[in-house]
């Protein structure tokens, strides 16, 4: 079984997964009228999903590592493409959000088993995770402007079963392709090769704690509040909602760009050396644009994203690094269990911070609270390579 093949279909998998739980975002401002309700009535019919993508992953990583990994897969595949098929069919809000429910208790898979599959198929570590990285954050990006396309000429309906019958297909080919058999770690795998003494180990731990819950509010933080950040402080430039989501869509590609420079970068040196630059370039660019506007918070709003979809990357490699492949899947559940859980409660925080004092405020508290993840680069010890 061709090790790069699989981890093509993960990479895949990685882009299916943020592209399917954000198409309900860009299409309910047209979903909303055919039910005969306004845009907040419909959206948190949503919400469900969103707490079962995070909370599903706890689940889903257990019986990834106890049953197979290729077979939650197939699930994850076939599964989202059944659910998103089922949307375009519903008639009620109630149906809709029943819906929305399973795609994401379907999406809850990828992360933690997913992740697990690719880490125990690489042979560079960094390199992998910055291109999965990257297909994720495609996904992230390509959402609105695919799905706002197929609303306008084809109907909201359309913007589900297209993407469902994909899915299908990708998981017959993924059935057809992937044997059993891959559940297996590759012996070329990096995988759980670094080493410190176990005198230090609670300090990788303690560091993954911190740094997961600081990057993970201050990523959705970030990427909640940008749209709205740009048509408030991007007036003078433009007001066409086209082109600050145009603006926003290119601001993320270097989003992409980064988790691919900085996965490199994680093969040639070592994280400490990687993750603390990362941790220390995200307050004071956080802070800087607080009072900023036009082309000045375009350019600081790309070092931001930047640093931020970078630590996403320095996250996984640090867990895929010090865990071992029969824990592997259960470790990336706990991650995105705590990181999502933590991200979840950002949309509160975004919301109370700009009522106090607007994005002045909030993203000055965001900077605040970026010292975390300062600190736990600091506390993150050197390893030792096996």
Not at 82 to 107: R, W
Not at 203 to 231: G, H, M, R
Not at 246 to 253: A, H
Request: charged share 10%.
């Amino acid at each position: 079984m061709s090790h790069s093949k699989i981890i093509s279909y993960m990479n895949i998998a990685h882009f299916i997964d943020h592209y399917a739980m954000l198409i309900f975002a860009a299409a309910v401002i047209v979903i909303a009228p055919t039910f005969g309700m306004t845009y907040g009535e419909l959206l948190p019919y949503a919400t469900p999903g969103f707490i079962a993508f995070g909370a599903g992953s706890l689940f889903s990583g257990w019986l990834g590592d106890k049953w197979s990994r290729r077979n939650m897969m197939v699930i994850f595949f076939v599964g989202m493409g059944l659910a998103l098929a089922g949307i375009s069919l519903v008639q009620t809000p109630i149906q809709l959000g029943a819906m929305l429910l399973a795609v994401g208790v379907v999406a809850s898979i990828y992360h933690p088993v997913g992740t697990a599959m690719l880490v125990s198929n690489v042979a560079k570590l960094g390199k992998e995770m910055g291109i999965n990285g990257m297909w994720g954050n495609f996904g992230v990006a390509s959402s609105a402007l695919v799905t706002g396309v197929i609303n306008e000429y084809f109907g909201w309906r359309a913007a589900f079963w297209v993407p469902g019958i994909v899915c299908l297909i990708i998981g017959f080919l993924f059935m057809r392709d992937v044997p059993r058999s891959a559940d297996g770690i590759s012996k070329k795998s990096v995988a759980g090769t670094a080493r410190v003494p176990k005198s230090v180990m609670i300090w990788v731990v303690a560091s993954l704690i911190i740094t997961i819950i600081a990057s993970s509010i201050t990523f959705n933080s970030v990427t909640v509040a940008l749209p709205k950040i740009f048509q408030e402080r991007l007036s003078n430039l433009t007001s066409n909602t086209a082109a600050l989501g145009t603006i926003t869509f290119l601001v993320y590609l270097f989003g992409a760009l980064s988790q691919y420079i900085i996965g490199h970068l994680l093969d040639r040196h070592s994280l400490k050396n990687v993750f603390l630059p990362l941790a220390l370039m995200i307050v004071p660019a956080l802070f800087i644009a607080s009072t900023m506007t036009d082309y000045g918070l375009i350019l600081l709003a790309i070092v931001i994203i930047a640093a931020v979809f970078g630590q996403v990357t320095v996250n996984d490699t640090m867990l895929g690094k010090y865990t071992v492949d029969e824990w592997r899947g259960r470790a990336y559940s706990a991650r995105y269990f705590l990181g999502f859980t933590a991200a979840g409660l950002s949309v509160g925080l975004v919301s109370i911070l700009y009522n106090q004092g607007g994005f002045d405020l909030m993203l000055k508290s965001i900077a605040a609270l970026s010292l975390f993840t300062v600190l736990g680069a600091v506390i993150f010890p050197q390893e030792k390579r096996a």
